[in-house]
Nanobody
Framework: QLQLVESGGGLVQPGGSLRLSCAASGFSLELYAIAWFRQAPGKEREGISYISGSGTNTNYADSVKGRFTISRDDAKNAVYLQMNNLKPEDTAVYYC??????????????????WGQGTQVTVSS
């Protein structure tokens, strides 16, 4: 079964850090472009971070730029999202997604072939 599984979410105080992991099973993530999306209650899904299949191209939404870092370890078949200086507005369910074909968009959901089930991140004091 081909699937992505996120982990690493939880409750953290404002200013704290979390590292999310996205692990693939049933297929290799090598050469897949990966993005992290998030969705807060009552809000639309938002693409926040992207890394290309080669790992040489990354992109960040303005809302997380300078605070979040995406990385990949193809040997471990995983992608990570390091989140620092978390704010209450970062509270959401975080999803990773993957595709292996060309796209001129970073965060068009229909481009993504595989999605994880999501992990909850709550930033609160």
């Amino acid at each position: 079964q081909l699937q992505l599984v996120e982990s690493g979410g939880g409750l953290v105080q404002p200013g704290g850090s979390l590292r999310l992991s996205c692990a693939a099973s049933g297929f290799s993530l090598e050469l897949y472009a990966i993005a992290w999306f998030r969705q807060a209650p009552g809000k639309e899904r938002e693409g926040i971070s992207y890394i290309s299949g080669s790992g040489t191209n990354t992109n960040y939404a303005d809302s997380v730029k300078g605070r979040f870092t995406i990385s990949r370890d193809d040997a471990k078949n995983a992608v990570y999202l390091q989140m620092n200086n978390l704010k209450p507005e970062d509270t959401a369910v975080y999803y990773c997604a993957a595709y292996d074909h060309y796209s001129s968009y970073y965060y068009r959901p229909d481009d993504y072939d595989y999605w994880g089930q999501g992990t909850q991140v709550t930033v609160s004091s």
